[in-house]
């Protein structure tokens, strides 16, 4: 049943397949007030108010009503119904992690990441990460280096400095988009994992991460488990769509802006003299 103040009751959802992954733009709303604080819980809100900054606070609450709003054209559940959670850890027998839609069986897996301005949500039937990020400054490049992976750092230092800020944008939000769907987020040291542009076999088995084309001056990327090629779509939300009192039924008519097919990583396509060249680099790098 809904709750006599939802703007928006449960209606048809959209179809997801087992191997699609579907992407949403998310833009900071107009006006402070155009995004609706009171879709979000208890537990949103007092995170929206540790933000000190006023731009990045409304981002936080442009981007989480975005969610929710996404999400609801997926189960056919009011966006300030839906009970996001945190995974179930069978181990401790606690909730922490990833967050999931909690006691909604059948519910879709879902990402999302905010940076500057921009929100981008993943939503897959397989565990999966987004990340998206701001062109960093050459300076924040180089204080970051020192958290990469050893043939990460290689690499990025060969990348000629003019291009160095988007080359590492890429990397590192191929890395947070990896870390988010382990569910570990950067708890789990950055440099333990290789997610260069150099050989896919070092990179984690099992997985999927790729970057997705986007807007000027942001880079972002996805991270999905599982084998196989994934079918990405990519839906840009106009702003006065996603904030508008009808936000469900627009967000649900919403055509794809962009389709492409993330290729899974196939073993059988590194020739013989790639894998000499990766172990040698590897092998400089320990050394390094």
């Known amino acids: 049943m809904n709750h006599p103040l939802d703007p928006h009751p449960a209606r048809g959802t959209r179809h997801l397949g087992p191997s699609d992954l579907h992407l949403w733009l998310l833009p900071a709303p107009a006006s402070p007030r155009d995004a609706p604080v009171r879709e979000l819980d208890e537990d949103e809100r007092r995170r929206a108010a540790a933000y000190r900054r006023h731009a990045d606070r409304q981002m936080y609450v442009a981007a989480h009503v975005g969610l929710r709003r996404v999400l609801s054209v997926y189960t056919g559940v009011a966006p300030r119904r839906l009970v996001i959670g945190r995974e179930w850890c069978e181990e401790c027998g606690e909730r922490h992690g990833r967050p999931v839609l909690v006691d909604l069986p059948g519910a879709p897996e879902f990402s999302l990441s905010h940076s500057h301005g921009l929100a981008l949500v993943a939503v897959a039937r397989t565990r999966v990460g987004v990340d998206v990020q701001a062109l960093p400054t050459p300076a924040t490049v180089d204080a970051c280096l020192p ?115 993330l290729r899974a990583h196939d073993p059988s396509s590194v020739r013989p003299h790639d894998l000499i060249d990766t172990r040698n680099r590897k092998e400089r790098a320990q050394a390094s």
């Open 147 to 261: 958290l990469l992976h050893p043939a990460e750092r290689q690499e990025i230092t060969r990348v000629p400095a003019e291009r160095r800020p988007t080359a590492f944008a890429r990397l590192w939000s191929r890395k947070e988009a990896y870390l988010k769907g382990l569910g570990t987020g950067l708890a789990r040291a950055a440099d333990l994992d290789y997610l260069g542009e150099g050989a896919e076999s070092w990179r984690p088995a099992g997985w999927t991460v790729r970057n997705i084309p986007l807007c000027d001056g942001h880079v972002g990327a996805a991270a999905l488990a599982g084998a196989g090629d994934r079918k990405a779509a990519l839906h840009p939300v106009p702003a006065d769509w996603l904030h508008a009192r009808d936000a469900v039924d627009r967000i649900l008519a919403v055509e794809p802006g962009l389709r492409t097919v």
